[in-house]
């Protein structure tokens, strides 16, 4: 019976392996040495490895606070399971800009994050001060 729930699961599994081409296009690469191929891979398992511990601890926070649905698809639509490409999407507007005149003392240009950001930072313990507020 374990082996049937494992099989059952396995599209779950391997559909993480298909984030190596869509996600990151990974395409082919003339490397001679199978060293820097190895090296290459190793870097793209950790990639991947980054984006389902993302996953899953934005994931239990929501099941802890009992957040249902984060509005992050466009047109601020719901999204019960947010998948990590559309995080890092969904932070990618955000900007930081130090003005240096000789001088003075540098100023600092942050984009303001918006609710959303805000409470996506406050579900995975990040201080919001990561990103300048």
Known sequence: MELLHAYK???LTERRFTQPKTDFEVAPVWLKDVGRIEVL?????FALLA???LERELRKAMERE????????????????????WLIDLFEPIQ??????PGRRATVF?????????????????PAATYGH
Request: hydrophobic share 35%; aromatic share 6%; glycine share 6%.
């Open 41 to 45: 891979l190793g870097l793209y398992f």
């Open 51 to 53: 984006e389902a511990l």
């Open 110 to 126: 942050v984009t303001e994050p918006s609710p959303v950001h805000r409470r996506i930072l406050r579900l995975l313990n990040i």
């Open 66 to 85: 009992g957040v249902q649905a984060l509005p992050i698809y466009p047109e601020g639509r719901a999204c019960r399971r947010p998948p990590a490409h």
């Open 96 to 101: 930081h800009h130090e003005l240096h005149p």
């Open 9 to 11: 699961r396995q599209p």
